[in-house]
Nanobody, 127 residues
Framework: QLVLVESGGGSVQAGGSLRLSCVASGEDISSRCMGWFRQAPGKEREGVAA????????YYADSVRGRFTISQDNAKNTVYLQMNSLKPEDTATYYC????????????????????WGQGTQVSVSS
């Protein structure tokens, strides 16, 4: 059974950087489609970035493209989210997730297509 554990969240000032990690256990994720999502208080969960490492495919929300980078280290069974030029509006709880099977690309940032979730890590960005 695949289990995902996120870490790396924290509090930073606007313009700063954080790297989130999602360590997977119980299963090899090299053939999985993986994603990062976030949810701010009072808002719906939104897709931030997604990856399918075997196809070298990467997808980003417009709000983070050019600032965030998703990557995967299969030797460590880990997915990362490098977040640069952070803004106060990036404040949220960030979740790592895995799809049971890879959906078409258009669905890769839709949270309803992911069925395995981590517990989340909090990111706070102050102005």
């Amino acid at each position: 059974q695949l289990v995902l554990v996120e870490s790396g969240g924290g509090s930073v000032q606007a313009g700063g950087s954080l790297r989130l990690s999602c360590v997977a256990s119980g299963e090899d994720i090299s053939s999985r489609c993986m994603g990062w999502f976030r949810q701010a208080p009072g808002k719906e969960r939104e897709g931030v970035a997604a990856t399918y490492d075997r196809a070298l495919s990467r997808y980003y929300a417009d709000s983070v493209r050019g600032r965030f980078t998703i990557s995967q280290d299969n030797a460590k069974n880990t997915v990362y989210l490098q977040m640069n030029s952070l803004k106060p509006e990036d404040t949220a709880t960030y979740y790592c997730a895995a799809q049971t099977y890879c959906t078409p690309a258009i669905d890769r940032l839709r949270d309803s297509t992911y069925h395995i979730w981590g517990q989340g890590t909090q990111v706070s960005v102050s102005s």
